[in-house]
């Protein structure tokens, strides 16, 4: 148990010269994924915006005639994710040589997206029409297209913001009951915890309060984000100076 919450306070409250404020701030953009993904998969249909490997396994369910999936929105939401790393590519060629600049840089792009998915969510009905439908899908995906091109680049162990699939198999995998030498289990269980209570909050305002209001507290978020990295990188400390 003290392993446990000895690693839950390193992600909290990380070194400050390893990865600054980053951890924390991963697990805020974790929080933003199970959002959006709530919001995208209530209200535009069996489509994530963010987990493009429950677009590939939905594309095949449309392929195959499955009720309810949709090979167009599986096939745009995965091209606007593509569109959206692209995007985050350009900026890792400009900023990814500062840790701080960067994540504030992409994140910045990213409240412009989800901006306008909030603009399309107040002006749109529940479900939506068809082309505020596509719209949504569109920029919501670039938006964590961004989001997934950035995280990678930054690479704090555990903490990829949007895939959870190897930090699950990592708790088991790397336990003294798997064989290993400790599965690092408080940070990895912060970051499911952190997607599965974004996703809980905005399931539940989607279904019975306002479809906006999960786009508006992950654009909240997102813009706190963007700040936070920009000050807590602005006078260059350590952390922020991308090794190797």
């Not at 019975?208 to 209001?213: E, G, K, M």
Request: aromatic letters at 8%; hydrophobic letters at 55%; one cysteine or more.
């Amino acid at each position: 148990m003290g392993t446990f919450l000895t690693e839950v306070k390193q992600t909290l409250l990380p070194d400050a010269e390893r990865f600054g404020p980053l951890p924390p701030l991963f697990i805020a953009m974790t929080l933003v994924t199970g959002l959006v993904d709530a919001f995208s998969y209530l209200v535009c249909g069996h489509v994530f915006v963010a987990n493009m490997t429950g677009n590939v396994v939905f594309l095949g369910f449309a392929i195959a005639g499955a009720h309810g999936f949709s090979i167009a929105a599986s096939l745009v939401a995965l091209l606007s994710f593509g569109a959206g790393s692209v995007v985050g590519g350009r900026l890792i060629a400009k900023f990814g040589h500062h840790r701080g600049f960067l994540l504030a840089a992409a994140t910045t792009v990213q409240a412009v997206f989800l901006a306008i998915a909030v603009v399309l969510a107040i002006v749109t009905s529940n479900p939506p029409h068809s082309v505020f439908r596509y719209a949504l899908i569109v920029v919501l995906a670039m938006a964590m297209g961004g989001q997934n091109a950035a995280v990678r680049k930054l690479a704090v162990p555990d903490l990829t913001t949007t895939v959870l699939t190897m930090t699950v198999t990592g708790i088991g995998a790397d336990s003294a009951l798997g064989g290993g030498q400790g599965s690092k289990s408080g940070r990895r269980l912060i970051a499911v915890a952190a997607m599965c209570i974004g996703a809980f909050i905005g399931a539940l305002l989607v279904l019975h309060v306002r479809i906006v209001l999960p786009l508006a507290i992950a654009l909240a978020i997102t813009m706190a984000v963007a700040l936070g990295s920009y000050l807590a990188g602005k006078s260059n400390p350590a952390w922020t100076q991308v090794k190797g």
